[in-house]
């Protein structure tokens, strides 16, 4: 199942690697990105950061769909990463087993012109289009009760995402 569907434009780093593989306890990192599934040398990277006892694949989006939809998934503790809203958006439509949803750093990398951008938290900056697709995800959350919160680290106090 996937135990957190996390959107974080860095995907994988330090805060992913001390606090949250710790916290949540996961066997298995999914990063769901097209570019960096494609790209071998980004690939290679944000692999040989993660600890050998976590398995780590990083795929397009169709084939992280594929894989998740597969009901071997469902007894494991997956974390997916995604670099964009987007992405999660459309892994919350397609795939019913999801724990929570976590808003890490998001806005100023991916999209990076941070003008006219709505302040969310220290790390996290929407433009109007994001918040379109936030008040749809976050729908779709609700219908389900899944939890949809900010938090950068596990220790933070979540910012849930009920008033946009």
Not at 40 to 52: G, R, W, Y
Not at 90 to 110: P, T
Request: aromatic letters at 6%.
């Amino acid at each position: 199942m996937i135990y957190n569907l996390r959107v974080d434009e860095r995907m994988i780093h330090g805060q992913i690697l001390v606090s949250w593989l710790k916290f949540l306890g996961v066997s298995s990192i999914i990063v769901a990105n097209d570019r960096a599934a494609t790209d071998p040398i980004e690939k290679l990277a944000l692999s040989t950061a993660v600890p050998a006892n976590i398995k780590c694949l990083i795929s397009t989006m169709a084939d992280t769909l594929t894989i998740l939809n597969d009901p071997r998934a469902k007894d494991k503790k997956i974390m997916v990463i995604t670099e964009n809203i987007f992405d999660a958006n459309e892994i919350v439509k397609a795939i019913e087993d999801v724990r929570e949803v976590v808003i890490g750093n998001y806005g100023n990398i991916y999209k990076s012109n941070i003008l006219n951008k709505k302040v969310l938290s220290r790390f996290v900056r929407v433009d109007e289009e994001d918040i379109a697709c936030l008040i749809e995800m976050r729908k779709e959350l609700d219908a389900r009760n899944i939890p949809f919160y900010i938090s950068n680290v596990s220790t933070d106090k979540k910012i849930y995402l009920s008033n946009l």
